[in-house]
């Protein structure tokens, strides 16, 4: 038997929706898209949602909307996936690593001022694991310096910050349907604006810079000649996977739901084990624990990679905590300053199953494990 860390909840309905696409032989960037944008943008509460290939083309249109370039500095979190630092790099700008907060794992304003330079012109501001981050009191330290922050929510769609969807409040949020999210089209992304002129910037900017879409060009019964009118790029996202995303958006409460009950288990069984902590929500919002992650004390017996061994031994895939990126080497370069949060944080933390289909028998085994990984040899 395998536990694995996560599993996407896709079935019949999800395959009928994608068979309906390609029957009706639109299978590019079409109708079903335009579809899944404005449902998701009710969903968030925001004006303009656009779909793109994945959440890490979103955060580099992003920044290209941004008018972030070389030259410029874009503070991101190190503990964070490769992709959001990777994206700064992408126009041209330089990564700057900031600490984080050891209860959210995010950026705080604290931890960003440290490093805020004359050359800052961006922040982006990641929701780890799904947990929100403290976006107005970000913008409170960034708007008088006209810094830009970009809300990195790919792990966060359906998280609340303020009794608002997280995305609502931000002036560009980046999301990602990947599998190891809530909401899954297997690749996939999208960005939610208030600008309506941002959104068709974005909307050029994914579509290889043209001034009309493909999709409206083929709904023309006269002949239109299109321009192409700044450099773009391909982030489309197909009719195929927004017709999967349009069924999992139904299903996203439900996920939710679902996946704080297990995750309220999972506080309940961990509690008593000496020193672990756990994901919890902050005073300002809620998590949609797209991620279960624990952090080991000092003292536990056994080290975090031992700890995940013994998890697999018994058939558990649980994973080491959120990478930090400037310890990889392909930032080897970046002179970042120390970052002790998230060095702590990175090397003694790990991210525990948790999916929609998740047996509490599951969970018990999993924690059976780590508890008697916490009981010292002879005892
Ligand atoms: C915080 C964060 N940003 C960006 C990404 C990249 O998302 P995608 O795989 O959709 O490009 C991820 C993916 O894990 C992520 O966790």
Redesign the pocket.
């Known amino acids: 038997m395998t536990i694995p860390v996560m599993r996407p909840w896709l079935g019949e309905e999800e395959a009928a929706a994608a068979a309906a696409a390609i029957a009706s032989g639109w299978v590019a960037q079409g109708p079903r898209v335009a579809e899944f944008e404005r449902a998701f943008a009710a969903v968030i509460g925001v004006d303009h949602a656009v779909a793109v290939s994945?959440?890490?083309a979103a955060?580099h249109l992003a920044l290209v909307a941004a008018g972030i370039g070389p030259g410029d500095d874009v503070v991101v979190p190190s503990l964070?996936?490769i992709?959001?630092a990777n994206a700064a790099r992408y126009v041209g700008a330089r990564p700057v690593f900031a600490d984080i907060d050891a209860a959210t794992l995010n950026l705080t304003p604290d931890t960003v001022a440290a490093v805020l330079t004359e050359r800052t012109k961006a922040v982006i501001l990641?929701d780890q694991a799904g947990v929100p981050a403290d976006l107005d009191s970000m913008r409170k330290l960034c708007d008088p310096s006209g810094i830009v922050v970009v809300e990195?929510a790919?792990?966060a769609a359906g998280s609340e910050y303020r009794d608002r969807a997280v995305g609502a409040g931000a002036d560009l949020a980046a999301f990602?349907f990947?599998p190891?999210k809530l909401l899954t089209t297997g690749?996939g992304?999208m960005l939610v604006t208030p600008d309506g002129q941002v959104a068709a910037r974005l909307r050029r900017l994914r579509e290889h810079g043209m001034d009309i879409s493909a999709a409206s060009r083929h709904a023309s019964a006269q002949p239109v000649i299109e321009h192409y009118v700044e450099t773009g790029y391909n982030y489309r996202m197909t009719d195929i996977q927004a017709a999967v995303g349009l069924v999992q958006l139904g299903k996203l409460p439900r996920m939710i739901d679902r996946r704080r009950m297990l995750a309220h288990r999972y506080h309940k069984l961990l509690e008593d084990i000496p020193g672990i902590k756990t994901i919890q929500d902050p005073e300002y919002g809620r998590t949609n624990y797209q991620s279960f992650w624990v952090l080991l004390p000092a003292d536990f017996p056994v080290g975090r990679d031992d700890l995940l061994r013994l998890l697999a031994d018994q058939g558990v895939s649980a994973r080491r905590g959120i990478m930090a990126a400037h310890t990889e080497p392909v930032y080897a370069d970046n002179r970042s300053p120390q970052l002790p949060i998230t060095e702590r944080i990175t090397s003694s933390s790990l991210i525990l199953p948790l999916f929609h289909q998740m047996a509490e028998t599951d969970q018990d085994l999993v924690v059976s494990i780590i508890r008697a990984a916490a009981k010292p040899p002879g005892r």
């Open positions: 994945s959440c890490t955060l964070s996936f992709a959001t990641v990195d790919a792990c990602s990947h190891r690749e992304g």
